[in-house]
T-cell receptor, first 112, second 111 residues
Framework: NAGVTQTPKFQVLKTGQSMTLQCAQD?????MSWYRQDPGMGLRLIHY???????DQGEVPNGYNVSRSTTEDFPLRLLSAAPSQTSVYFC???????????FGSGTQLSVL | SQQGEEDPQALSIQEGENATMNCSYK?????LQWYRQNSGRGLVHLIL?????REKHSGRLRVTLDTSKKSSSLLITASRAADTASYFC???????????FGKGTKLSVIP
């Protein structure tokens, strides 16, 4: 099993550009989520999904969009990148009870 | 913000010593989890304690939960250099789908 796969691992954007961070899991997990990790701030929840077709906002959703058309995939879209979105992004999935999250290896994003 | 707090922010100990880190949270919870993150990598689940449990053990890990004080502690006994990592608590409020993480404790174990 691959677990949770995130691509790309690194990305540099210019202010105003858009891009999509990909996340896929092969564990048939209902729950998927996106976090950003900034120094001294821990992990903050951006968006989450409890199943295909269902998404909701977390603590810091502004500037990000998500969709969940399949159980396996949960892409995160940056609409118009800003320097404040420079961060490390993690995708995580679990069964519906959220008692054990499985994390991807992260995407390091720099916005210039 | 409902984000939890962990202390200390950083902890440096000698190999063989015990390491204790604490987590405080703000809401009623269903359970509390601890995760470990090696530098630059994704988090790995260590242990979960439910709101009706007070203590739980797993190998060299011991977790306690005090719901009256809204706090938890993680004890790593007989630490090893390989335990060097950041440790995060995470919890979900009753009725919430959001899993909130604390800010983490960075543990350094010196050989």
């Amino acid at each position: 099993n691959a677990g949770v796969t995130q691509t790309p691992k690194f990305q540099v954007l210019k202010t105003g550009q858009s891009m999509t961070l990909q996340c896929a899991q092969d564990m048939n997990h209902e729950y998927m989520s996106w976090y950003r990790q900034d120094p001294g701030m821990g992990l903050r929840l951006i968006h989450y999904s409890v199943g295909a077709g269902i998404t909701d906002q977390g603590e810091v959703p502004n500037g990000y969009n998500v969709s969940r058309s399949t159980t396996e995939d949960f892409p995160l879209r940056l609409l118009s990148a800003a320097p404040s979105q420079t961060s490390v992004y993690f995708c995580a999935s679990s069964t519906r009870d959220r008692e054990k999250l499985f994390f991807g290896s992260g995407t390091q994003l720099s916005v210039l | 913000s409902q984000q939890g707090e962990e202390d200390p922010q950083a902890l440096s100990i000698q190999e063989g010593e015990n390491a204790t880190m604490n987590c405080s949270y703000k809401t009623s919870i269903n359970n509390l989890q601890w995760y470990r993150q090696n530098s630059g990598r994704g988090l790995v689940h260590l242990i979960l304690i439910r709101s009706n449990e007070r203590e739980k053990h797993s190998g060299r890990l011991r977790v306690t939960l005090d719901t009256s004080k809204k706090s938890s502690s993680l004890l790593i006994t007989a630490s090893r250099a390989a335990d060097t990592a950041s440790y995060f608590c995470a919890y979900s409020g009753a009725g919430s789908y959001q899993l909130t993480f604390g800010k983490g404790t960075k543990l350094s174990v010196i050989p």
